[in-house]
């Protein structure tokens, strides 16, 4: 089973940027799609972005020209760039394998805010 971990949230003004990490354990990391989630407050948790093995990405309609997200599998690690960053972008973000199974890691809380 793929255990997962997540970092690189934080505090940050609207129009800013932040890079999420997500390391996964194991060494077939590179033969998953990977996506990134995220969960506001009451909110159902939501997929923002996939990418392939191969590398082709996929986003939600609402990050769309803002976010990008990338994979490095030597390094068995997936990332989230994030590019003008709004207030509705605030909620906690995971990782996890594309389609979502398994264990979720503990996420990372990214907070937009003036």
């Known amino acids: 089973q793929v255990q997962l971990v997540e970092s690189g949230g934080g505090l940050v003004q609207p129009g800013g940027s932040l890079r999420l990490s997500c390391v996964a354990s194991?060494?077939?990391?590179?033969?998953?799609?990977m996506g990134w989630y995220r969960q506001a407050p009451g909110k159902q948790r939501e997929l923002v972005a996939r990418?392939?093995?191969?590398?082709?990405?996929n986003y939600a309609d609402s990050v769309k020209g803002r976010f990008t997200i990338s994979r490095d599998n030597a390094k068995s690690t997936v990332y989230l760039q994030m590019n003008s960053l709004k207030p509705e972008d605030t909620a906690v973000y995971y990782c996890?394998?594309?389609?979502?199974?398994?264990?979720w890691g503990q996420g990372t809380l990214v907070t937009v805010s003036s």
């Open positions: 990418i392939t093995n191969g590398g082709s990405t």
């Open positions: 194991g060494s077939i990391f590179g033969i998953y799609a």
């Open positions: 996890n394998v594309f389609p979502a199974r398994g264990s």
